[in-house]
Nanobody, 115 residues
């Protein structure tokens, strides 16, 4: 079983930055994709960014140029650097890890962008 521990959410003013982290631990043989999704109340969960084991990345159009995803394979950790944050980025952000054929989700971390 894999456990995901997220950190880095919080309150930030518009234009500010936050860095999310998600560390995977447990019985892991191979992680092939790590990513971040977000979900607002009453809405579907949507992809923010993801990164493959080879370093290929994919971003939602709404965050391109502002967010950067990266990963440390030695630490089984994925990061999301969020810059130029906007009020519409306010959501609960969920870490997602695909490992050993199973899709795992974190519990979520709240990001609030407000003045």
């Amino acid at each position: 079983q894999v456990q995901l521990v997220e950190s880095g959410g919080g309150l930030v003013q518009p234009g500010g930055s936050l860095r999310l982290s998600c560390a995977a631990s447990g019985s892991i043989f191979s992680i092939y994709v790590m990513g971040w999704y977000r979900q607002a109340p009453g809405k579907q969960r949507e992809l923010v960014a993801r990164i493959s084991s080879g370093g290929n990345t994919r971003y939602a159009d709404s965050v391109k140029g502002r967010f950067t995803i990266s990963r440390d394979n030695a630490k089984n950790t994925v990061y999301l650097q969020m810059n130029s944050l906007k009020p519409e980025d306010t959501d609960v952000y969920y870490c997602n890890v695909g490992a050993d054929g199973i899709n795992y989700w974190g519990k979520g971390t709240l990001v609030t962008v407000s003045s």
